[in-house]
């Protein structure tokens, strides 16, 4: 483990360091001959000077292709021109393997054609940007809820029952027992983890087998749910503001550059700061119907009537409180008109719709078996999460936010393809 | 977002507060009542004395019942003899809900009995110790990684092809592509991010549908896969040391109370410090000699071989160069003896047995296509993966670690059903 890497050349300065990576790109100009390293925590550019190395050497670089793995010594020397702000002056490399005709050019490629390389397009500048930005929204939503006294309540991925139609679910047979099916929400668990723990959260990756073809959807896609007892919609609505602060304020500030290589215009992320603009669905609605969308209450909002709500505003905008026969079965009333549901969903602007969805659960153990019984839910199915209301119900909410929605919003990307290292979609499952 | 918790009352001391929870247990002294409350973040003692309170209240406190729902107002006070070190005097409470006939008592109870209620079992104090103590190794995997300069490259849980047959597989139809198979590893995706980022990690569900009945088997549990681009089998070993040192020191010191609770001698967790103690597969086999275990070279060590090696040692025993013929085609030969694979296994103590896998793994071409070609599997299906090998192929290597084994073995648990919230078994699918 005694490998020096580029991230760390800094501590480095006038010092000879010897590196291990691969060819980004090369040039010559006369007797100088420049190579950019790459090496997976940075780009470096390395010299080499004619006369500073031994001919042979010197001559060999012209064999050198894009994406030979390599080392290299050399020293260390500050350069604010260089990539990175280093530079390093070549005393030697040498060649681990020659690659022949890597595919991925610095032309332009389809976008079947890269996908098809997945496991070689992670290697470029924007899949990097892309990559830490994912990596970096994932330890923040998890150092968010740690550090805040929630417990983390890993839900089921293979689950009993298709309570809704199978039409959205995997399936897959378990043992003798029949049938399971991959999990699309962990909420319903995470809810016995918040009578347990109060404050919980489930993180893992969540399955729709829908038949859509579109830019934000996955067929694998992963999802945090935080769950806390005690919270009524309003304690919700705050919790999932703090949240997204915390999440995009700390991309802003510890990947700067990779949003920078992402062209990415960041004044609407400044501006995702506590408290977000609410509105209720009703009022929803009238700037639907003040810009023309012919709409008719009661419905749900589709992805174009989601991104005319979003556009009226410069940040996450928090709709609530929608007709309840719209919404699952599981969410709470509202005391004061019940034709509503506690729910709560944030729509990201510039048209990237919903990135979280929640609600206040329904506590009362009479009202939730009538809903069960008013959606034909199979009682038995629910007899578990009953229980949760049988032995000391609390109120209690919780909401969903799925990662790579999340990822394509910050990072400004037009499909979701980009947002997780393997994508799996309708017609892909490969590599 | 305003409310109290136990866990916080060391700021509140003298104070006024109002608490939300669930009734652990009560006793009566004369004119006084005591009653834990739990909520979620500890548990807390709170006192009634007869005249403090208005009668009507101090009488209803005799309807209270176990896992009954209610908040509670009092001071709070320093008590070193209360369990949590602080007691409320109550001025007032309030029920939520009176729980009826709460199923899990203080009472001995089968563990069918428990698993069937796991969504109520985890509301108990060794469930909770269990949990908190996940959460921390969990939470300690991720600092490691993250810590280090490692990204995150989650490996896709739908895969595409059963190359070593469908036996031990869980499958689902997939769109019009055919069937997927949920993965039992992330590596092979790890070593494409690895070539990419140089150090990374994947950390996700995985699955295995074997038919064994035993106490360290799950059909689906949590693995990290961490892989680094030019990592020898020796510096290989030197992070999983590394790793194994951070995660149980770092339990020690947060969770001293959990391990408690657990009644868990430390001695040998104590241990737990680089370097570990290394020996061969050859020096093993002849452990098993000198103890008197029936053993032939070239055969893989079963359960009972395991615990028998790793009773030699007080710490986590490092077995490395095993037979290349027991292990997976990937792995690189050792150049001194190519009968022997660069592979490494990690055995805790206290006959846990293995708790990490890996190898450093093969990077040449050609002898890849003459392993795969010798283990009849289809080259088709690692057209990408022997992409890595064409372009830029470097030394490389990585492990596995299995989440539930480390539970299991750092709370000195007997099965391994009580290290996720909710365990999925050959015969368990439910809760």
């Keep these: 483990m005694a490998h020096d890497y580029i991230e760390d050349l800094s501590k480095h300065v006038g010092q000879e360091v010897e590196l291990q990576g691969w060819l980004y790109n090369k040039r010559s100009s006369g007797k100088i ?24 050497m010197f001559s060999s670089f012209d064999e050198l292709t894009q994406e030979s793995s390599l080392s290299v010594k050399g020293k260390v020397r500050k350069d604010d021109r260089a990539p990175g702000g280093f530079e390093l002056e ?22 079947e054609f890269l996908a098809d390389r997945r496991h070689l397009w992670l290697r470029s500048a924007r899949q990097h940007a892309i990559m830490r930005v994912r990596h ?25 029952n298709a309570v809704e139609g199978t039409t959205t679910l995997f399936e897959t047979e378990y ?13 319903l668990y995470a809810e016995a983890g918040a009578m347990a723990f109060g404050k919980v ?11 859509s073809k579109t830019r934000r959807h996955l067929s694998e896609f992963w999802m945090v749910e935080p769950e806390v007892a005690f919270n009524d919609l309003n ?16 991309v802003l500030k510890e990947r700067a550059d990779e949003l920078k290589i992402l062209e990415r215009h960041t004044a609407f992320l400044q501006n995702v700061k506590k408290p977000l603009p609410r509105v209720t669905y009703d009022e929803a609605v009238e700037i639907l119907k003040k810009k023309g969308v012919a709409f008719e209450w009661g419905n749900d909002f589709g992805g174009t009537d989601e991104t005319v709500i979003s556009e009226q505003f410069d940040r996450p905008v928090v709709v609530h409180r929608y007709p ?27 048209g990237y719709g919903e990135i979280i969805g929640g609600s206040q659960r329904e506590d009362d153990l009479h009202v939730l078996l009538k809903r069960i019984a008013e959606h034909k839910l199979p009682q038995s199915a629910f007899e578990w999460y009953l229980d949760l209301r049988r032995y000391g119900t609390v109120p209690h909410s919780g909401f969903g936010l799925g990662v790579e929605r999340t990822v394509g919003w910050i990072c400004g990307l ?11 979609m309708i017609y892909r499952l490969a590599p």
């Design 33 to 56: 001959r420049f190579l950019l390293l790459r090496d997976g925590t940075g780009v470096l550019q390395g010299v080499l000077v004619k006369g500073n190395i031994s001919d042979d």
């Design 90 to 111: 070549l005393t030697g490399f040498k060649v681990i393997q020659i690659a022949k005709e890597y595919p991925i050019t610095p032309k332009e490629h389809g976008v």
């Design 136 to 160: 970096t929204i994932i330890k923040a939503i998890r150092d968010f809820f740690d550090g805040r006294g929630f417990t983390l309540i890993d839900s089921p991925i293979l689950t009993p």
């Design 175 to 187: 043992f003798d027992l029949g049938k399971a099916y991959l999990t699309q929400s962990g909420q």
């Design 201 to 211: 959260y489930c993180f893992g990756p969540t399955f729709r087998a829908e038949k």
């Design 235 to 250: 304690d919700n609505i705050e919790l999932a503001e703090e949240f997204l602060e915390h999440i995009v304020q700390t």
């Design 324 to 350: 309840a026969k719209i919404k699952a079965f599981y969410m709470k009333r509202d005391p004061k008109n019940p034709e509503l549901a506690l729910a709560v969903d944030v729509l990201a602007p510039e």
């Design 414 to 424: 037009d499909h979701v393809r980009e947002t997780i290292p393997f994508p799996r």
